[in-house]
């Protein structure tokens, strides 16, 4: 336990490190996240439209 | 890659494009070369270059022993250099972590009629070297 | 060759391509990010004036060179788009450019989080911080045009010759360390001669910048699949897709 939380202490600049990791991660996920949704949610529509229509 | 006229004349005219807007930027940022400079370094303020009395940028070493804390208050002093000239600056305030003899500073402050440097903030510049403290 | 470059830009060529190649390079990120961290936060020793405050060049240079590689990239696709009036340039252009945006972002948030404690302040109006900042405006400048625009051929011309135009700025942000006398210190890694950086640390750098590369990879593809399937919809080959 000491050596996670001297990791997560890390030499004092815990703050700074962290919150670049942070704002990195958070930002790269959601972009990845949304990227997936939006194609997900495209592709059901248009399925659902062309279900619709006659053939 | 083929190419018909009409297609040429596009790229003969991005590339024109091209050249132009570096041409006026190149121009632009010869003109305003000492603007974009970020700092005096302590030979050109001891030549006299800078201004007195204005808020200047001032970057350099800081020479080695030449730190002195002054007892009971957050005043230091201490000699900004570079290959020929040194500078001296006195500072009330925190310093940041970086800042230790033999490591570039950028201090910002005024000029005075004495040479001194009066900092208002000083800047701790690291070089592009990284090792593990073992090496040093 | 180019008979071969032209196929591969046929939307629906494109679309089945990137289909297949998707999951890999997904896989390929995940390895890269996992030996990135782990090397960067765990096993690279502390830097001998920086301390643990180092490791945030992990998030900071991928960052910065992506935004910069990204802008490069949309340039060439720019010409490609004004010269040969390529359908898939445009698709590329709209669905990096955000991307683009959002890692000059994190280069310049990454750098603030850096900067306050290592060199006493988040900001510095220097030539390095401030042409990256530039580089951000013209990002917002491409995706505001192609919003402002209805026209979407019109839009793509536009914001073509905005991104080309703004290449002067990526070799000011490259050199501006040598150029000026700035805050930011020069450059760290070289592809020719020896980095300044030790091995143990360089080695988790170079996986995550090839982390990041691979990252932006599989998002432009993901979102230039969606962005064909959204102008397409009425063709018969996605049409004939989203049947089966």
């Not at chain 3, 945006?101 to 290592?118: H, R, V």
């Not at chain 3, 990526?170 to 360390?177: C, D, E």
Request: charged share 15%; with cysteine; net charge positive.
């Amino acid at each position: 336990m000491i050596s996670l939380r001297h990791f997560l202490a890390m030499g004092g600049y815990s703050f700074y490190v962290w919150s670049a990791y942070g704002i990195t991660f958070a930002i790269l996920s959601y972009y990845a996240f949304a990227s997936i949704r939006n194609y997900k949610r495209l592709q059901r529509r248009l399925k659902k439209l062309l279900a619709q229509q006659p053939q | 890659m083929k190419l018909n006229p009409i297609q040429r004349r596009r790229l003969l005219f991005i590339l024109l494009i091209i050249i132009a807007v570096a041409l006026a930027t190149a121009l632009a940022l010869y003109a305003l070369q000492q603007n974009i400079n970020l700092f005096y370094n302590s030979s050109q303020i001891a030549a006299g270059q800078a201004p007195l009395n204005h808020e200047l940028r001032l970057g350099g070493m800081v020479q080695a022993n030449s730190v002195k804390r002054m007892p009971h208050s957050l005043a230091v002093n201490f000699i900004v250099r570079d290959n020929a000239k040194s500078v001296r600056v006195s500072y009330v305030g925190i310093l940041p972590d970086l800042f230790r003899e033999g490591q570039a500073v950028v201090v910002e402050g005024k000029l005075t009629v004495q040479g001194v440097v009066q900092a208002d903030q000083v800047l701790a510049k690291h070089d592009e070297k990284y090792m593990p403290a073992i090496l040093k | 060759m180019w008979l071969w470059i032209n196929k591969f830009a046929a939307p629906k060529n494109f679309y089945q391509i990137a289909g297949t190649i998707i999951p890999w390079t997904s896989i390929l990120c995940a390895l890269l990010f996992l030996y990135g961290l782990i090397g960067g936060l765990i096993l690279a020793p502390p830097d001998y004036q920086q301390g643990d405050a180092f490791r945030i060049i992990y998030v900071h240079v991928p960052s910065a060179l992506l935004s910069m590689l990204i802008y490069i990239s949309l340039a060439i696709a720019a010409v490609i788009n004004l010269v040969w009036r390529i359908k898939l340039a445009d698709i590329i252009i709209a669905v990096s450019a955000p991307l683009g945006a959002a890692f000059t972002f994190l280069a310049l948030s990454t750098g603030a989080f850096w900067g306050k404690p290592m060199w006493g302040t988040w900001w510095v109006w220097d030539a390095r911080l401030t042409s990256e900042l530039i580089l951000l405006f013209i990002y917002l400048g491409v995706i505001a045009l192609r919003a402002a625009i209805p026209l979407q051929e019109s839009a793509a011309r536009a914001s073509a010759i905005l991104l080309i135009v703004g290449i002067v700025n990526i070799p000011i942000i490259h050199y501006s360390v040598a150029w000026w006398n700035t805050l930011h210190q020069g450059e760290t890694l070289t592809l020719t001669g020896a980095s300044l950086i030790a091995p143990a640390m360089l080695h988790p750098l170079w996986a995550m910048i090839l982390a990041f590369i691979c990252y932006a990879k599989t998002i432009i593809l993901i979102r230039a699949r969606t962005e064909i399937l959204r102008r397409e919809k009425q063709s018969q080959w996605i049409q004939a897709f989203l049947r089966n």
